[in-house]
C-alpha cells in the first residue's frame, strides 16, 4: 500500500477538526522513537537539533548541517515532519532556497519565526526584536511560491507575546502572515500559564489553523485545547531533555563504578539497538538479494516439560509460557534469538502443546513428554539438526552477549557455562560441569576448554560451573549430534536421557563440547523463585 504524501498528511493533520500532535525529534533514531511510539507527526526542534549537536540555539550550526540532520530524520521515518526553520536563515532568498531543500528530503512543512537572524531562543533573554512585518510577509510569499509540492505547509511564528508587544500586535502579524500566505499560525508563549495563549486563539476565531507549544504552560490540561479549537499541540523538546537526563545518569554511573553491570538492566539492549536501526530489513533484503552468502544458523528450542514446581500456574500452559513482565518467556527467549540473526526457530512443546501460540516459530510436539526426557525432544527435531544450530531449553533468558559469544565462537559443539552461580542459591538440580581448565581471570588467556563431565551429581567443589541450556552446534556438531541420537535410539537409551548425558557420551567418543565462561547475567525459571527472578531480571 503506498501512503499518501507526507506534505499531504501532514495538511491533514493540520486541518482536521480534532487536535493533533507533533512530537520532538532531534536525529534519526529518535524520530523513530516518536514514529514507534505512535505520533502521526515530528517536530524538527532547532533547540534540541542544535542541543544534539553541541551548540546553542542561535544558529550556530549552518542551515545546511541542519539539513545533513533532517535528511536522516526524514529518511528514518514514513511519518511527516514539521521542521523547525528558525527565521528562514536569512532573507526571502535563503529561505526559499531552504523550501526547495526540505521538499527534496520529502520534509512536509517548515515553521518560521518573526525575528532576526541569527535567532536567539524564545525563552532565552537576549535579543527577541521581532521582523518587520513587511518582510516577513515578502519571505512567506518566496517560500510559498518555491514549494515544489502543492501540500506543503509553511506555519508562520508569532514571537509578538514572547518578546512583550502584547495581544494587538500578535493578532495584527497573525493576519498579515495569513494573508501572505502562510498555512497556519504558531502562536508561541514564555508563560507559565496558557491564558494569553487561549485568549489569542479565542480572538483569533480560527481563521487559520494554530498551533501551539506548551513548554512552559505544561501544567494546562491537554482538554483546553481541544476546546478552544487548536490544531496542533507541539511537545518540543523532550526527547532530547529525556536522552540528556538519562546519558547523564549512565555516564555517572559507569565513571564512579567503572564497570558496566550496574547499569545494563536499565538501558537499551544492543539487539534493541539493532532492531531500531532495521537490521531485519536488511537482512530480508541480503536474503532476496544476496542468496546463500549468508550464515544461516537455526535453534530448537525445548519446552516440553510443564514446570510442575510452578503449580496452580502452570495448569493450562508449560512453564516456557509464564508471563513475565507483560509477555511469555518463550517469547522474550525467541526475541533474543532472532535479534542475534537467527532464523527459523523450532519449538518442542509437550505439556498443553495448544497454548503455546507465539507466530514465527516452528512448532514440533513430543507426544511422549510425559515419559521422556530432553534428548528425546530433541530428536523429535531432529530433522532440523541439518546445519549450525543453537539448541536451547525454553525456560531461560540471557543477555544477548552470551549468546553472541557462542555463536563466534570455535568449536562443532560449544556450550555456555556460568563459572560464578553464586554459592547456597537453591536450585534444582543445576547441570554442574567439569573441565579440562577452570575459568581464567586473564582476559589474554585464550586457551580452550572442554567439556570432560556434566552432570547434577557433580559435587559443588569439584564443578568448574553450571551449563545454562545453551549450546551451539556448527554444521559438523549437528551432524554429530544427530548420529549419537541414531545411537541412543538403537541402544534403547534414547527415551529418558537428559542433555548432559548425550554430553558425556560425547566427551566418551572423542568430541568434547568446547566451553564457553561467562559469569551470571541468565536465568533458569524452575519455580515461583525463578519466576521472579524472571521478573525482576528485565
Ligand atoms: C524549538 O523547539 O526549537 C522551538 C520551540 O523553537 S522553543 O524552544 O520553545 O522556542
Ligand atoms: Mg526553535
Known amino acids: 500500500m503506498t501512503l499518501p504524501r507526507k506534505t499531504t498528511r501532514f495538511r491533514e493533520l493540520l486541518t482536521a477538526p480534532t ?5 520532538e525529534a532531534h536525529n534519526g533514531l529518535s524520530a523513530r522513537v516518536v514514529e514507534d511510539a505512535g505520533f502521526a507527526g515530528l517536530w524538527a526542534s532547532g533547540l534540541s537539533i542544535s542541543a544534539a549537536l553541541g551548540v546553542r540555539d542561535r544558529n550556530e550550526a549552518s542551515w545546511t548541517q541542519v539539513l545533513e540532520v533532517l535528511e536522516f530524520m526524514s529518511d528514518a521515518t514514513t511519518i511527516p515532519m514539521l521542521v523547525d526553520g528558525d527565521t528562514g536563515y536569512g532573507d526571502f532568498n535563503t529561505f526559499r532556497r531552504l523550501v526547495k531543500k526540505l521538499g527534496q528530503r520529502q520534509v512536509a ?11 536567539t531562543n524564545s525563552f532565552l533573554d537576549g535579543n527577541q526584536t521581532l521582523a518587520d512585518i513587511d518582510e516577513f510577509c515578502g519571505k512567506i510569499k518566496a517560500g510559498k511560491d518555491s514549494q515544489t509540492d502543492p501540500d506543503f505547509s509553511i506555519i508562520a511564528r508569532i514571537e509578538a507575546l514572547i518578546a512583550g508587544h502584547g495581544m494587538e500586535e500578535a493578532l495584527k502579524r497573525a493576519e498579515a502572515y495569513h494573508a501572505a500566505g502562510a498555512d497556519g499560525i504558531l502562536i508561541h508563549s514564555k508563560k507559565s500559564s496558557a491564558e494569553e495563549i487561549l485568549h489569542f486563539a479565542a480572538a483569533w476565531g480560527n481563521r487559520a489553523p494554530l498551533v501551539i507549544v506548551p513548554t512552559m504552560y505544561y501544567l494546562t490540561p491537554t482538554d483546553c485545547y481541544r476546546q478552544a479549537g487548536i490544531a496542533l499541540c507541539i511537545w518540543a523538546n523532550h526527547n532530547l531533555r529525556a536522552a540528556l537526563a538519562a546519558m ?3 555516564s555517572g554511573r559507569i565513571f564512579r563504578e567503572q564497570n558496566l553491570a550496574g547499569v545494563e538492566d536499565y538501558i537499551a539492549s544492543v539487539s534493541d539497538v539493532f532492531d531500531i536501526a532495521g537490521e531485519a530489513e536488511l537482512s530480508a533484503a541480503e536474503k532476496r538479494y544476496r542468496p546463500g552468502q549468508r550464515r544461516t544458523v537455526r535453534a530448537v528450542v525445548l519446552a516440553a516439560s510443564r514446570g510442575s514446581q510452578l503449580a496452580a500456574l ?46 514465527d516459530i516452528d512448532k514440533i510436539t513430543n507426544t511422549a513428554h510425559a515419559t521422556t526426557g530432553e534428548v528425546a525432544s530433541l530428536a523429535c527435531a531432529g530433522h532440523t ?8 531449553y525454553g ?7 552470551i549468546l553472541s559469544a557462542l555463536l563466534n565462537a570455535a568449536g562443532d559443539i560449544v556450550l555456555a557455562v556460568d563459572s560464578g552461580t553464586p554459592e547456597g542459591e537453591i536450585k534444582r538440580s543445576p547441570d554442574l560441569v567439569r573441565c579440562t581448565l577452570p ?3 586473564d582476559y589474554l588467556d585464550d586457551r580452550p576448554v572442554e567439556l570432560q563431565f556434566i552432570s547434577s551429581t557433580l559435587a559443588r567443589d569439584h564443578a568448574c560451573g553450571e551449563w545454562i541450556g545453551l549450546a551451539r552446534l556448527s554444521e559438523k556438531g549437528a551432524a554429530l549430534v544427530r548420529t549419537e541420537l541414531a545411537a541412543m535410539e538403537a541402544d534403547g537409551t534414547l527415551a529418558t536421557a537428559s542433555l548432559p548425558e548425550l554430553f558425556n557420551r560425547l566427551v566418551a567418543k ?12 541468565w536465568l533458569d525459571v524452575n519455580d515461583a523463585f525463578g519466576l521472579a527472578r524472571a521478573r525482576n531480571f528485565l
Open 439 to 441: 575459568p581464567s581471570r
Open 248 to 250: 547523564r545518569e549512565v
Open 385 to 392: 539438526l541439518d546445519g549450525e544450530c543453537v539448541v536451547s
Open 314 to 359: 502452570t495448569v493450562d500452559r508449560p512453564k516456557c509460557m509464564l508471563d513475565v513482565r507483560g509477555e511469555p518467556l518463550l517469547k522474550r527467549l525467541v526475541r533474543s534469538l532472532t535479534g542475534a540473526g537467527i532464523r527459523g526457530v523450532t519449538v518442542v512443546t509437550g505439556y498443553r502443546p495448544e497454548a503455546v501460540t507465539l507466530p
Open 395 to 401: 525456560d531461560i533468558l540471557f543477555r544477548d552477549y
Open 510 to 521: 572423542g568430541h568434547p563440547p568446547r566451553i564457553v565462561y561467562i559469569t551470571g547475567h
Open 19 to 23: 487536535l493533533g500532535f507533533l512530537m
Open 109 to 119: 512543512a517548515v515553521c518560521i519565526e518573526d525575528k532576526l537572524f541569527p535567532k
